[in-house]
């Protein structure tokens, strides 16, 4: 099974930007659809965009749609989450996940196949 590791979470002024990077550690993401999610203190985990296997098909939230992008490099095996325009209410725990092929699994499954431990981005006014 697929082991992955998020890194480039930090600290971030509102209106800044940040990239965060999901690597596989054991195994390869190329035949993985991939998505990212998110968890404020107290709040519920929410979905925040997937790439499918490919990399040639994205879905993103409301609130990501226009802000973040998400791209996947075959040969780093890695998916990027870049984060720009970055708000207080983006303050979160980042995790990526993957499952299936495409963007769809990701956004419909109950349960994912792997998980990172995530990366914490804190966003200051």
């Known amino acids: 099974q697929v082991r992955l590791v998020e890194s480039g979470g930090g600290l971030a002024q509102a209106g800044g930007s940040l990239r965060l990077s999901c690597t596989a550690s054991?195994?390869?993401?190329?035949?993985?659809?991939v998505g990212w999610f998110r968890q404020a203190p107290g709040k519920e985990r929410e979905f925040v965009a997937a790439?499918?296997?490919?990399?040639?098909?994205?879905y993103y939230s409301d609130f990501a749609n226009g802000r973040f992008t998400i791209s996947k490099d075959h040969a780093a095996n890695t998916v990027y989450l870049q984060m720009n325009n970055l708000k207080p209410d983006d303050t979160a725990t980042y995790l990526c996940?993957?499952?299936?092929?495409?963007?769809?699994?990701?956004?419909?499954?109950?349960?994912?196949?792997?998980w990172g431990q995530g990366t914490l981005v804190t966003v200051t006014s």
């Open positions: 790439i499918n296997w490919g990399g040639s098909s994205t």
């Open positions: 996940a993957a499952h299936g092929h495409s963007t769809t699994d990701i956004v419909q499954a109950r349960v994912l196949d792997a």
């Open positions: 054991r195994g390869t993401l190329s035949s993985y659809a």
